[in-house]
């Protein structure tokens, strides 16, 4: 047994004789979490696990051991660290690249993050909501043009988040579909190395690009203004700017990508809720934050490693282990939410923990609420009778996605 593993009650399966069990666990039930999530919150609430390369890391599967650690400075954020924990060497390897605030502690973290504030203020990302407005009433006028059968995954749910992004940093929507490939290009299992780290480099081009375009030309955008403000005063450098302006666009594409078609497959499995939520629209914004808690699309961050020797909850983690907080199992922690393995758009999980916590926790969040509550609005208004178009037991699920979610969803109506 590693120097990590510490004696625990006989009802934890994780621990015992030989290493910790490897981490991620196999996922291949649709809505149903990873029986070792439930396991481990019952018997071991910080419970031991091997990474890919023989790291021991530690899974958060409470909520209140999640909030906790997330804002413990005896934990770093720092992804260029060698022992900050992955799930893949894919992963590693963009890690290594990752240049913005979303990989470093405070105050580095601060200092960058404070740049974007601005951009990401509740006025600002209302000031949004009649161009997300526009564009689901463009992408919906498609579908329904095209006529059933319509693949949602394709024709709305990824469209929408990148057209948006166009929209929130100034750029053509000619480029949203490269921009959607290299953002998505990094976040499958099975992505090779080479393959991630080009995605991630050519995002940064483009980022650099669009920033000497911006600065020949400014416009009301967020990156002229940005530029404006901290470029041309200097207090950021432009590459600084490329960097933090990649990571944004990759954070704010797949995930809302893979929320509107997760669940919108939600909704329709449960037709009761859904029947609620068409009875009276103004249930979706409760709705959406519980499809949030319910689903929680990103599996493996946020992630930490311990500087020195911390006891949490019973397990004490060594200096140098890596942590997992898992969402998805705190987000379904019975202490935090009644009877949490049911979907109820009726009550309020808007503390859910879907946005991460502490100093990283979702800028966008904001942008995303938007566009969730507009989809799910407008969705069901204008297709009354929407239905899942084959099998439930047949649709493509990203088993192996970092990003949990559909790659197709064939409805009619
Ligand atoms: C439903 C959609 C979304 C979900 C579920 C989501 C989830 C998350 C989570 C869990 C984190 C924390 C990551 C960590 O601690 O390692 C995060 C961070 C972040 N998200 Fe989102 N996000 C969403 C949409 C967006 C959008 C639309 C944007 C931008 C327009 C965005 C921008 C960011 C940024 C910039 C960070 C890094 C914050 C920091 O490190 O200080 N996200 N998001």
Redesign the pocket.
Known sequence: MSKSAQPKPATCPFTGAGEPPRFPFPRDRQFTLPPEYAAAREGCPVAPVTLWNGQRAWLLTKYADYTAV?VDERFS?EFARDDFPTVTEARRSIDKLEK?????DNPR?DHF?RM?TKE?TTKRMLALKPAVERLTDELLDAMEKAGPPADLVAMLAVEL?AL??CD?IGSPYEDHTYIMKLAAGRHGMGQSPEVAAKSANDLVQYCRELIARKEAAPADDMVSRVIQEQVLTDRLTREDLAN?LS???R???D??T??IGLGTLLLLRHPEELAKLKADPALVEPAVEEL?RFL???QF???RVALRDVEVNGSTIRQGDGVF?V?ASANRDPAEFADPERLDITRDASHH?????????????G???I??QVVFSKLFQRFPNLAVAEPFESLPFKYDSQ?YGLYRLPVTW
């Open positions: 997330l954020g913005s605030f979303v990989g470093m973290h993050r974007l990401f988040p948006v992004m929130l933090m990571m944004v666009l954070a704010g594409h995930t809302t893979n929320m949030l929680s699309p990103v961050a946020p992630r907080a969402s923990l879907a946005f991460g916590y502490g100093i990283h926790r979702c800028l966008g969040q942008l995303a609420r566009e969730l990003i």
